[in-house]
């Protein structure tokens, strides 16, 4: 089994189209292309990252956005 260091990562830049904010992922380069090429679901290739990470990977949509397009049931009950 290689080493955690020996595994080749890149990093994803995700730009959100809402407000243009740029974040970056570091994944590992074997999972991205299992992902991208539709061999894998993205949760079964990144289980190590968050939702939001795995969403920001999808449509590029930061979690800030996101809130504001879509706040919480609970958020809505207080408004």
Known sequence: MPEV???????VACTCPICKK???LTVSLEAYVDW?????????AFP??????RE???TGIC??????????DEEEEEE
Do not use: F, H, V
């Not at 991208?36 to 079964?44: P, R, V």
């Open 5 to 11: 260091s020996d595994i080749e990562r890149i990093t």
């Open 22 to 24: 740029s974040t970056y």
């Open 36 to 44: 991208e090429s539709g061999k894998t679901l993205i949760q079964d």
């Open 56 to 58: 920001r990977l999808i």
């Open 48 to 53: 190590g990252l968050t939702a939001d990470e």
């Open 63 to 72: 979690n800030n956005c996101w809130n504001s397009l879509l706040p919480d």
